[in-house]
């Protein structure tokens, strides 16, 4: 079984920041990258930002670029998501999510998710 539980959301004025976190437990020797999204209300969900497994390899949306960082720690076995600078467009629940199908971007290409985490920009 796979397991993957975000924290961290929560409401913010547009400036600041918050720190997602996403503990990944259970068989994750098949993965190939980590990945965060994004869903405000009304919208599709959208990629956010990539981790190859290893951590060597990262990529973000251009909307989040500059702005976010994603990182993993292999000791704590979870993927991070710093967001700065914080807009009310960013408003979203957020998800983290797993691939087996390589450094992949696309919702479909991903097996594996959480519930979901709310971040909430304040104008």
């Known amino acids: 079984q796979v397991q993957l539980v975000e924290s961290g959301g929560g409401l913010v004025q547009a400036g600041g920041s918050l720190r997602l976190s996403c503990a990944v437990s259970?068989?994750?020797?098949?993965?190939?990258?980590m990945g965060w999204f994004r869903q405000a209300p009304g919208k599709e969900r959208e990629f956010v930002a990539i981790i190859s497994w290893s951590g060597a390899n990262t990529h973000y949306a251009d909307s989040v670029k500059g702005r976010f960082t994603i990182s993993r720690d292999n000791a704590k076995n979870t993927v991070d998501l710093q967001m700065n600078s914080l807009k009310p467009e960013d408003t979203a629940v957020y998800y983290c999510a797993a691939s087996r199908m390589g450094f992949v971007i696309r919702t479909e290409l991903y097996d594996y998710w959480g519930q979901g985490t709310q971040v909430t920009v304040s104008s």
């Open positions: 259970g068989r994750t020797f098949s993965f190939d990258a």
